[in-house]
């Protein structure tokens, strides 16, 4: 293959999400084919309607057209993915029940999310219950992430050399390289405003009488969750978390989660996002599914103010020369999570230090924009995204990179990963060769004559 990535893979990509919730009541506004088995690779066999099904989720999905071989495209999708399974089962492959159902709660959140985060709407339009769509489509995931793990291990052993890094820059084409946009690596000293004790004991104490009058039934945990949560995401679900995983929670409430009795409601209790009260509803291994309330702490004018002041007084010792920006990093700053890297702050969607003008939320791009190489911002005003508390801060630009063409001195992680990702094709690509000929595969006639990148009917009868 080209590369199987690039045909294969770019539609599986497209699949791995709706193979299992490509919803089968889209099916009913078709006109339904008489359905047969198209494909069977030892044990496992592809269905005309599974063909049919993901092109139409794929039609919903993309707002392009369709290709005029689209239906051999998802056929060889369906043998690659039938083939990994096939072989998992070989291997005797295991996925555990709480990998399973972490990964319907992540499915299910998002087709959820679709119908504007309401779990009811989704019922409605599926025509069964929540747990009625996990037991359907259980098997499904299971299969799905068995192939993933095959696939894995498929590749686990790649590696790549910084030679082979080189090598494959230099034999692609001026005009195939990609263009980069403008990318900033900054670093950053943090001061959080401090929340005072007579604020948190107001919220304690009022969220103890919540919790007294959810216990005497004078109103639900749901009902006081909708009026008087701040978590945006589940205030108008009645305080509902849905089924999530062991690790997910911050420390104080998961410590509460997995350790309180079922229907038991907990006291008051703070974590970095405000005072929380919980219920936990059922609780499954290593999942559980709970509702909570939360407030947030608000920090008054007067404590803005003097963090300011503290951040200001920082600033002009580091303006002064008396101290370097690293060192009051490692001195002054509250930030945890680059503290101890010198203030850098790394993309998450991609782990390096680089973030294209595009990634960088609007404080941050206010803060930088006027900056040179080397320049620190005075203090500005930050709010922490994930814990929503606010701060002021100082930024340290330490380069900014124009629009250029990918160049192994400016972007050698990326031109890595493209190497890394030629090279796992390649193994792929064998694997399936492989693979094909010690199998059992027999293809419909009907689609012998698809343009398929491997030979997948070699056998057939």
Request: hydrophobic fraction near 40%.
């Amino acid at each position: 293959m080209k590369q199987i990535a690039n045909k294969l893979l770019k539609l599986s990509s497209l699949l791995i999400l709706m193979v299992s919730f490509g919803p089968s009541w889209v099916m009913a506004q078709e006109e339904r084919v008489i359905d047969k088995v198209v494909a069977v690779i030892g044990e496992q066999i592809i269905m005309l309607s599974d063909i049919e099904r993901q092109k139409f989720q794929l039609e919903r999905e993309s707002a392009e057209p369709m290709p005029a071989n689209i239906y051999c495209e998802i056929f060889e999708e369906l043998l690659f993915q039938g083939l990994l399974l096939h072989q998992a089962e070989v291997d005797t492959i295991e996925i555990n029940e709480s990998q399973v159902t972490a990964e319907l709660d992540r499915r299910l959140r998002y087709f959820i999310g679709l119908f504007n985060g309401d779990e009811k709407k989704l019922e409605a339009e599926y025509g069964k219950s929540i747990s009625e769509i996990k037991d359907e489509f259980y098997e499904q995931i299971e299969d799905q992430l068995k192939s993933q793990q095959m696939q894995g291990q498929i590749t686990a052993d790649v590696n790549l050399t910084p030679k082979e890094t080189r090598d494959f820059f230099k034999k692609q084409p001026t005009d195939s390289l990609p263009l980069i946009d403008a990318k900033v690596e900054l670093a950053h000293l943090v001061r959080y405003a401090e929340i005072g004790e007579k604020q948190k004991k107001e919220m304690f104490d009022k969220m103890v009488k919540w919790r007294q009058e959810i216990i005497e039934k004078q109103v639900s945990f749901a009902t006081k969750a909708i009026f008087e949560s701040e978590d945006p995401g589940s205030a108008s679900k009645g305080g509902d978390l849905g089924w999530v995983s062991r690790g997910t929670f911050v420390p104080e409430f998961e410590a509460l989660a997995f350790s309180l009795t079922i229907g038991q409601i907990s006291d008051p209790f703070e974590s970095q996002f405000g005072m929380h009260m919980l219920e936990v509803l059922e609780r499954r291994g290593d999942q559980v599914h709970c509702r909570h309330i939360l407030r947030k702490f608000k920090v008054g004018t007067e404590e803005l103010i003097k963090i300011r002041m503290k951040t200001d007084s920082i600033y002009s010792i580091i303006q002064s020369d008396s101290l370097g920006f690293t060192d009051a990093v490692i001195r002054f700053s509250e930030d945890k999570d680059t503290k101890n890297s010198e203030g850098v702050v790394y993309n998450p969607q991609t782990g390096e230090r680089k973030w294209g003008m595009d990634e960088i939320d609007p404080y941050t791009f206010a803060g930088i924009e006027n900056l040179k190489e080397g320049e620190i911002s005075s203090p500005s005003l930050y709010e922490d995204a994930a814990s929503g508390k606010q701060a002021y801060r100082l930024i340290k630009l330490l380069s900014r990179i124009e629009p250029h063409k990918a160049n192994l001195k400016q972007d050698y992680q990326l031109i890595q990963m493209m190497a890394k990702r030629e090279k796992e094709d390649a193994a792929i690509d064998a694997w399936v060769k492989a693979k094909i000929a010690a199998s059992f595969i027999r293809i419909d006639e009907e689609f012998q004559s698809c343009n398929f990148r491997f030979v997948w009917f070699n056998r057939a009868d």
